[in-house]
């Protein structure tokens, strides 16, 4: 379906506007043309009166009618809720149904149904239950689980339809159980148990305890729940998906040894089931910490880029790491006095300022302060610990397993750093802006964002690391360089060249990185995939 091009503020002038087009048309006989206008109106404000009234003027008319709002693809969503509005109004309510439930899926916000004829009483005895229950599980597929309470409204008609087909097919079990499943996301739960457990009595069936289950999930009555889903699994044994639907469920229970149990036994029928195999490297990750379950599951989902639900699991347990799904706030001393001082309106003489700091800060932490505040040079560093952070990797830290690092993009004169690397071109500028407000879901989501970037030089990744570019709507004073979104462009050029390795320079192409800690010595290492 296509949607309206154009908009504007106020979507009832919009909508007046094109019934005023389609009422000149209309009076010159042009009826295909008033049909379109009366399309768009529809779109601008499904439930405006004067909209219904030309419609059912074009419905009536002897060259009206359906024929008036073809679904020719691309179809128009306007021209489907018309015909649907048509359809009803000469007596194919069951048809009309459909296109409304079709433009629902596609445009969830609209108030599609909030119209007379869909809460009707007398529309249920003229519907299908058969029908109209797979109408209600295509359009509770298509919604979140919860929907958002603001979003709630537009669905309404559809529930009360629900509602009413199920006080008049009382024993029809596939539309109590499917009405189930779109009361639960709506957030109507206690609603929805009841719908379910009516559905398991007249009916018993898979569907119906699985909809029993999700409802007392719902309201987090985990034992409740694993009692329904076990009845469910006497309907169909070899479901993988329910095995891992009951160990998820043991696992928000607070019972995640018995969780894990049940994934693993649906992993000893298909080692690679698509529900099971993300569950339990989540699990395990859960139970012990260890990284590498992470990365298989990354390895696994590269191999099986469309499985959403192994996204989900990795993306949910990234989110919670640093650097894995998003990066950790500055946290050295200059960034806190500059936080400090931002927060009272900055200071009156910014010229005047001066900080001492008793070690060596990053440069990129001196450019921040630096540069928010309008400063060359207000910072003094007094002496120079060690480990000698101005020092090579290798020279620190001479026992550990790294040898000649060549190149570097900071330079030192006494304790003042300053960029090695040559500012990086507006290209690049322009590419990493672009990246730099995206917070990646996990790692593999992000390299594959990275790519965006491989076709850049090396010199300018580089100087991109040393050059942070602000976005030119950021005003000056307000965001330092070393804010979170200079900071994100600078893990997203890294992420692309690359960490200079021991004796190697930066790789040019595109690849991400897992920090792991080695099972006996501690040592660090990378995993790296390309």
Known sequence: MTDPSEGMADPRLQAQGELSMARLALDDGELRHAADHVARALVYDPVLPETHELLAALAAHPRGGADLFPLDQPVFLGTVVARAHVLAARGEPQQALSLLVS???HEPGGAWADVPWTRDPALPARLAPDDVSMLVMRLASKLGDPVPEEERPPLRPFCDLAR????????????????????????????AIGLAARAESVEPSFHAAMALGYAYRAEQRYQEAEQAWLRALRFDPGNLALHTDI?????????????????????QQDPHDPSAFPTACGMRFE?????????ALADYLRENPGNGHADGVLTHHSQRMYWLGHIPSPSEAVINVLRQVLADDGPQDPGGIALTVSAPEPPSALMAFAASLGVSDGVTITEVPEPDARRPVPEVFADGPVRA?????????????????????QAAVQAVLGLAGHRWRHLPAAYDDAVRLSGLGLGDLLGLLVHPPVPDEVPAGTAPTGSARCRRGRAWASRTTGPTSPGT???????WWIWRTGPRTGCRRWRSRR
Do not use: K
């Open 103 to 105: 433009a629902q899926c």
């Open 164 to 191: 009413a087909m199920c006080q008049a097919y009382p024993g029809h079990g596939a539309m109590l159980w499917t009405s189930s499943i779109l009361m639960r996301r709506v957030g109507a739960t206690g609603e």
């Open 247 to 267: 160990g998820e469920l043991l696992a928000l229970a607070g019972r995640p040894a018995e969780g894990l149990a049940w994934v693993e036994r649906a992993l």
């Open 287 to 295: 139970r012990d910490g260890d990284l590498a379950h992470l990365v």
């Open 405 to 425: 690092v060549r190149g570097g993009v900071w330079v030192y004169e006494g304790t003042a750093a300053r960029p090695a690397v040559a500012p990086p071109s």
């Open 505 to 511: 320079s930066p790789s040019a192409g595109p690849c």
